[in-house]
């Protein structure tokens, strides 16, 4: 039997320009012990089990991230992409995906599509979207993401809750899934989502 299959998109930076970037970095605090993190998104694949296959590419220069750059990597995975795949982007890689959906057309059938924390611009943010811009319309990811999830946490402090609701709006469709506590998705565990993956099939 064929595994169900699910991409995810993890999040980034992105800057207007290069010295905004370097800025960043002077600014950022180090941890060196970041890579070791428990996080939900590292262990997906296992808490899905056996009949899942998890794709989850290292998008190109994710600190300081190009969205073609993001489109001509993604398109390199779209020939391992199987009927009923389940897409979840998160934050940087929520608009990422609401952008490519709505402006290409996928030659596989998608089942479901989580937006996770997604920005659905700068207005709010600390840093520049750069080039991650939606366009006018998301009638085309309306139109192909299947089932398609909004999920947002009413205490993230990097992506406020008002996109949510922007997002709500473009996309009618759409479910929104509110929690009260979970930040910016970062923590070690996510049964919800897992459940949820689970139930669409």
């Known amino acids: ?7 995810y998109i993890h999040g980034g ?5 290069y010295e905004k ?15 070791k993190q428990k996080k939900w998104k590292k262990t997906l694949d296992k808490d899905l089990g056996d009949s899942f296959e998890v794709f989850a590419p290292m998008m190109p220069s994710g600190h300081n991230a190009k969205y073609v750059e993001w489109k001509i990597w993604f398109e390199k995975l779209v020939p391992f992409i199987e009927d009923d795949v389940v ?17 290409n ?10 937006l996770l924390a997604a920005p659905y611009d700068d207005d709010d943010l600390d840093d520049s979207l750069a080039d ?3 366009p ?25 809750y ?15 899934v509110i929690f009260e506590d979970k930040g910016h998705f970062n923590q070690e565990e996510f049964p919800e989502i897992v459940e949820s993956i689970k139930n669409l099939f």
């Open 1 to 7: 039997m064929k595994k169900k299959q699910v991409i």
């Open 13 to 17: 930076n992105s800057f207007e320009d």
């Open 21 to 35: 970037y370097l800025q960043h970095l002077r600014d950022s605090d180090f941890d060196p012990f970041y890579d």
């Open 87 to 103: 897409i979840i982007g998160h934050s940087l890689g929520g608009i990422f995906v609401a952008k490519y959906l709505s402006e």
């Open 105 to 114: 057309k996928l030659s596989k059938k998608i089942l479901a599509t989580y």
């Open 132 to 134: 991650f811009v939606l």
């Open 136 to 160: 006018e319309s998301l009638s085309l990811l309306e139109e192909q993401g299947g089932k398609i999830y909004l999920y947002q946490s009413q205490d993230d402090e990097v992506v406020k």
């Open 162 to 176: 008002n996109n949510v609701e922007r997002y709500a709006e473009a996309i009618p469709s759409a479910e929104k």
